[in-house]
């Protein structure tokens, strides 16, 4: 049986990684422009073979604007701040509602600010990037700091990465 200082020495806190896009202007033009890409492909009809289709143009468009977006995101990485730290934390933001744990206000915030290690956030700066950033994007940072305080599971699971090993040792047969 291991001796739990052998136990502690291997331990690391959970840590996770969230990608934000900050382009948010890109973002609504990819998708103006995809719905417009939709309404010309839908009535387009050839009146020869060497006519273009008109959404070509379109869809390189959305191509460029892609790769501007994913150049405009960002990593942040959260790791667990400890047992004591996230009771504090907890405890300094309550809810008026005894159906909740904790302000739904405040500690979102504050949780980010007090677990995210790159980019080191203040709570200053969450509020502003709450300003430019929306709030699909505030709930995924949220539920990544969420996590690595709260998940249970041993080891994240990737249906993608298994995916793709099953299939090539299934193409090794």
Request: hydrophobic content about 45%; overall charge negative.
């Amino acid at each position: 049986m291991p001796d739990i200082k052998a136990l502690l020495a291997k331990a690391k806190p959970r840590e996770r990684v969230v990608k934000v896009m900050l382009d948010g202007e890109t973002a609504g033009e990819i998708e103006r422009l995809e719905a417009e890409l939709l309404t010309v492909s839908e009535d387009w009809q050839p009146s020869d073979l060497a006519e273009q289709h008109p959404g070509r143009d379109l869809a390189g468009r959305i191509a460029e604007l892609r790769e501007k977006a994913r150049d405009s995101e960002a990593e942040f990485r959260f790791r667990y701040i400890g047992d004591e730290a996230y009771s504090s934390l907890l405890a300094d933001h309550p809810s008026t509602d005894s159906n909740q744990a904790f302000d739904s206000e405040s500690f979102p915030r504050a949780l980010i600010a007090a677990s995210c290690v790159d980019p080191v956030i203040s709570e200053a700066d969450a509020r502003d990037l709450f300003k430019v950033i929306n709030q699909g994007q505030i709930q995924a940072l949220f539920d990544a700091a969420w996590d690595v305080h709260n998940s249970a599971s041993l080891v994240p699971f990737s249906l993608a990465a298994s995916a793709l090993l099953a299939a090539a040792v299934g193409g090794e047969k």
